[in-house]
């Protein structure tokens, strides 16, 4: 008997490799993806910007980056005893203005550089919604806490979708050469908007997307929306939100990512850098043990070996751990 729908996913014509660096952006299933691929030691930067939910606002992050735009103290505002600014996550927020700035030009800064070198960029679109302030109609990209009452929703349209991203990948292409662009679609659903304005918002992004993919050769799209939505589909895979895909259902996609992204040496690769990290955490009944002893010697050579066979990656970390 079969449980789940079928789905067929394309692998990429050039699979990613451990020589690749990766600039991810997006909303919060972003940094499932991102963090998953920095602990197996892939070269991530993921949402210099925080992040980022609707289109309007990656794009102007990414235009951002290409042009190395350094805030001043005017795009910045104070609110509840913090400064913030309406184009960075409330992370970059601190109750210090100068100290702000500083991790925000920071960001930009590395951000821009990375950029210049990257050979993916992958982006997960959340909402097809964006805000604008109410008294002078700025596009803002995250609300900090402050009242609904001084913002303007928007619903964008796919014409919209379209056009900004657009805009962008031509500036994109043109900065970097050889860089190419996954787009998935978050499967966190945003319940505040209600479940149909939820899934207006998704269908716009999908829609907009598959036009781009289709018009451009160097960009993709992986479903990590219909993987949790229409594969999995059963309210067991979400946390108690009844919105955020839980622990389960990320490690399902995250597999599927590999499947379709990678190929068989580097997932390999990825599963030998796996059990090492997993034998950093290992706890030891009696650490003085000779038994202990050798765990951390077999783990040592295996790390050392690792090394050098990939010598673009750093094991500094381990390898100091385990000659401890």
Known sequence: MQFFAPITIKPLDQPITYKDNLLLTGSCFTEHIGNHLMDVKFNVLQNPNGILFDTPSVCRSI??????????????????????????????????????????????????????????????????????????????????????????????SIEETVTALDTTIHQLFH????????????PVRHLRDGVIDNNRSKARLIEAVHHLVNKFSRLYYFPAYELVVDVLRDYRFYDIDLAHPNYAATQFVLEKFAECCFNNATITQMEEIRKIAMAMQHKPFNPASQQHKQFLKTQLQRTQLLQEQNPWLDFTKELNYFAS
């Open 175 to 186: 900065f970097n050469k050889k860089i190419k662009i996954i787009f998935t679609i978050s």
């Open 63 to 156: 235009l951002s980056y290409i042009e190395n735009r350094q805030y001043t103290a005017d795009d910045l505002f104070y609110h509840n005893e913090s400064w913030h600014c309406w184009q960075y996550h409330s992370r970059f927020s601190h109750p210090d203005q100068a100290t702000c700035l500083a991790m925000i030009n920071a960001s930009q800064q590395q951000a821009h550089a990375f950029l210049q070198k990257a050979d993916w960029l992958i982006i997960t679109l959340g909402s097809s919604f964006s805000y604008k302030l109410a008294q002078d109609l700025m596009p803002v990209s995250n609300c900090h806490k402050v009242p609904a009452t001084q913002f303007i929703k928007h619903l964008n």
